[in-house]
């Protein structure tokens, strides 16, 4: 690296944390005693503690190396989750919390019994700082018969309700807001319940929504076909019924993640009986209207994350963390950490810039030795999460920062050639990944389920015809590696770039099963990012307010943040520029690309670009304009499954729903909030204006969000 390049990258390295971000890290990840004294003293401190931390399960031999090779990654952009930013080395003030941030719940039996243990469960699992999903389809809809308790049920939801003030009450007590998402089965008879569900102000407020889409629904959409709304009848209930299974008219056999005690056909489809038929497109429609004023339901294409699985023959997946980067199997769980790509832009801003991929790929070669170092320090409460963990060794690498440094690459956020960048830092990552998934089993044993045998089915070789080619029959015994490595759609790819690498890894087994997934990352790119870019998003915007929860405040405490390039950009070419100037001197450059920028398609193909390369899922959000019309809106998640995504997520500002966490003051001073005053008079005021209630001073928008919501006080 040239002298010049060195004094350019230094000076980006060099620009001053905002408060905002300090601020972050000191409420979040700085180390504190219970006094609330700092043990971390600065963020290196932090970065020391982790970085100890997780070399310490090195062998004595390396581990002081291994220590100083985690200081400089961290250093030079790789950055843990929050939970292990939080929690790794600090068993001495906080010896009950965990490092892992994604959990999903085991499935949840249509019993009391189960349903209030699995609330336990979840709660010994928010406790420790995990997130936590669920399932929720597994239970018989509202107005189905219990035979034991000789009445009717209240259906699903009422339960969701049980384990969303469960979900407050625990997060109160601990100091961090807990996060759930509840996940629910398209073919539910109450599938039109969950969809409304959010409309009631404050109900399932710990909740994110997703419904899980199945192909069968998209190709009935397409269609404009009936979809039959069915829930599984246990054989004494259809025997005391009186029922016939073979009537076509009452019953369909179908795909349901629970068969003990119901019917089961010979390729192991449930019977369950159709409560009504209604046309798919009145789902659909239900669906995007939903989404489209209130942001939910998000939309899981089940069927390809299954497809797509690396673990396809041991697992099936019906439920993410709450924000959907990590599909998980019942009791699965996974850590996560993110690389910050602006670290590694050369010559910003100019026509020289470069990205650094030599430096990249040491980062991620010494990163993903730190993550798998996280599962011997799991911290999980269920004896069943930990064999979870160990078994299968899951993490999940993502990349943060990609809108700012497409700015510093000076190309526009959507634009051809930086789907094309998007491609290719997500490909490099996972390639260097499985390199390295290979040198740590050579060097410490792969994953236990690697050396696993699994008995090969019927259902295995539909599922991939290949093996039947191969010579594998019903009744043989297959090691994981190679139902791995070889089988996998996912490591099929892989193999066409490195097949040398993927038949190692066949033979010897990988020290994981998987390596990528890319997270929302909003507080740690806030924080430890100098507010870079969310994982994958563009930035918010250049200039914007962040509502964040403050303790022994009363609603969210609105603060003011500029984007990372936006910072930079000033530090390096123009100390005056702002977004949204007027004065030549002043305007930012047209390559400065905010959300409301990129279109819903543009966010679609980068998304699509990323999900070649990312074996787990991805956490992104299309954001729209309030204004955006609803008809182009409903193409959005056509087009989404068309590119072969695994989910998706819109969000467009409606005030008359909720605030966000991230807020432009342009959507503020366009809105007004009445709010009624004891003597019956109405005041109307801007939602960027400050009010001073009950002793503090608030912004009309947060105020009004949290007496509508409920939530006021309760922080």
């Known amino acids: 690296m040239n002298a010049k390049v060195q004094k350019l990258v230094q000076a980006v390295d060099n620009i001053e944390m905002q408060p905002a971000s300090t601020d972050i890290w000191s409420t979040k990840y700085q180390l504190k005693t219970k006094n609330g004294e700092p043990v971390d003293a600065t963020i290196q401190d932090t970065y020391e503690r982790v970085a100890r931390a997780l070399a310490e399960v090195e062998n004595k031999k390396v581990r002081d190396q291994v220590f100083r090779d985690f200081i400089w990654a961290l250093e030079n952009g790789a950055i843990p989750a929050g939970r292990i930013m939080s929690n790794a080395g600090a068993d001495e003030h906080k010896p009950a919390t965990s490092t892992i941030n994604c959990t999903v719940s085991g499935t949840i039996l249509d019993s009391m019994d189960d349903i209030l243990g699995k609330n336990h469960e979840a709660g010994l699992t928010l406790k420790a700082g995990c997130g936590i999903g669920y399932e929720f389809s597994t239970l018989r809809p509202k107005g189905a018969y219990v035979a034991g308790a000789g009445a009717t049920t209240s259906g699903p939801l009422s339960f969701m309700d049980i384990f969303d003030r469960m979900c407050f009450t625990v997060s109160s007590a601990g100091g961090r807001r807990g996060a759930q998402m509840a996940t629910f089965d398209v073919h539910h008879p109450d599938v039109l319940d969950f969809i409304r569900a ?148 050369e010559n910003p801003f100019t ?14 070669a010494v990163f993903t030795r730190m993550l798998d170092n996280v599962v011997e320090i799991n911290g999980l409460p269920l004896e069943r999460q930990r064999h979870e963990i160990t078994s299968k060794r899951r993490h999940g690498m993502g990349i943060l920062g990609l809108g700012s440094t497409l700015a510093m ?28 998934a290979l040198k740590l089993a050579e060097e410490k044993g792969p994953a236990p389920i690697m050396n696993e045998e699994f008995e090969v089915t019927g259902e295995m070789l539909a599922k991939r015809p290949e093996m039947a080619r191969d010579g594998y029959k019903i009744g043989d015994k297959v090691p994981g590696r190679i139902l791995h490595a070889k089988y996998s759609r996912y490591m099929q790819r892989v193999a066409q770039y490195e097949p040398e690498l993927v038949n190692a890894l066949a033979e010897k087994g990988a020290r994981f099963t998987h390596h990528t997934s890319i997270a929302p990352t909003g507080t740690i790119s806030l924080s430890l990012a100098n507010n870079a870019s969310n994982g994958i998003e563009p930035s918010f915007a250049h200039h914007y307010s962040r509502n964040v929860i403050r303790e022994g405040r009363k609603t969210k405490e609105k603060v003011d943040v500029f984007s990372f390039e936006l910072l930079a950009y000033r530090h390096l070419v123009n100390p005056k520029a702002m977004p949204f100037s007027s004065n030549p001197e002043e305007q930012l450059p047209d390559y400065f690309t905010s959300a409301d920028d990129v279109t819903p398609e543009q966010h679609v193909d980068i998304q699509a670009a990323a999900q070649l390369w990312v074996d787990s899922s991805i956490s992104k959000t299309a954001n729209v304009p309030t204004d955006f019309p609803y008809e182009k809106f409903k193409d959005i998640y056509m087009y989404a499954y068309e590119k072969g995504l695994k989910g998706c997520t819109t969000f467009r500002f409606n005030p008359e729903a909720f605030q966000g966490v991230l807020v432009k003051e342009k959507d503020l001073e366009n809105t007004i909030y009445e709010f009624t005053l004891e003597d019956g008079s109405v005041i109307s005021v801007k939602g960027n204006e400050e009010i001073e209630y009950d002793g503090e001073i608030h912004t009309a928008a947060n105020l009004f969000d949290a007496l509508k919501e409920g939530t006021y006080g309760k922080y």
């Open 351 to 364: 026509e020289k810039a470069r990205f650094n991929y030599e430096k990249y790929r040491k980062v991620v």
């Open 409 to 436: 690459l000076r190309m526009p956020y959507g634009s051809k050639e930086s789907v094309a960048f998007t491609e290719e830092v997500c490909r490099e990552m996972a390639l260097e990944g499985w390199r390295q």
């Open 198 to 345: 959010k409309r009631e102000d404050g109900r399932l407020r710990q909740f994110n929504l997703s419904l899980l889409i199945t192909e069968d629904f998209i190709n009935a959409v397409k269609q404009d076909a009936d979809w039959e709304l069915s829930f599984p009848m246990t054989r004494a209930e259809i025997e005391a019924d009186g029922m016939d299974l073979n009537d076509r008219s009452q019953f369909v056999f179908r795909e349901f993640p629970v068969t003990d005690e119901y019917v089961t056909d010979a390729q192991g489809r449930v019977a369950c009986r159709i409560y009504r038929r209604i046309k798919a497109r009145v789902i659909w429609d239900a669906i995007m209207s939903s989404t489209y004023d209130f942001a939910e339901p998000g939309f899981i294409l089940i069927d390809k994350v299954n497809e797509m699985n690396n673990n396809w023959f041991c697992e099936n997946i019906r439920a993410t963390n709450p924000c959907g980067e990590q599909p998980l199997p019942p009791y699965g769980s996974c850590l996560l950490g993110s690389v910050n790509l602006t670290k590694f832009v």
